[in-house]
Nanobody, 126 residues
């Protein structure tokens, strides 16, 4: 049973930074071609894919809003996926969710492609 647990959200002023972490468990030795991603959802808005990283080669993709400001990375040894948020803007305020799927994903990221989700961590930028 795959479980994802996010941490690291909080409140920050515009221009500040936050580091979000997602701890993955229950996926055995992590073998297979996994795609791990971060989504966000602001009140009244649809869930938006922010960034994804692939276990095979560590390649990463970003939404337009994340490009140049956010960085996704993974530590296969600790089974952790990290999203570094820099130059934060008030528009970045949302609940951020970690997600994972075995196999590839469409782009733009589609929430329906991911079967495993964390509970979310709130990011508030003022």
């Amino acid at each position: 049973h795959v479980q994802l647990v996010e941490s690291g959200g909080g409140s920050v002023q515009a221009g500040g930074s936050l580091t979000l972490s997602c701890s993955v468990s229950g996926n055995g030795d992590g073998s297979g071609y996994w795609c791990s991603a971060w989504f966000r959802q602001a009140p009244g808005q649809e869930r938006e894919g922010v960034a994804a990283i692939y276990s095979g080669d560590g390649s990463a993709i970003y939404s337009d809003s994340a490009t140049g400001r956010f960085t996704i990375s993974q530590d296969t040894a600790s089974k952790t996926v990290v999203l570094q948020l820099n130059s934060l803007k008030p528009d970045d305020t949302a609940m951020y969710y970690c997600a994972a799927t075995l196999g590839g994903s469409r782009w733009p990221l589609q929430a329906a492609d991911f079967g495993y989700w964390g509970q979310g961590t709130q990011v508030t930028v003022s």
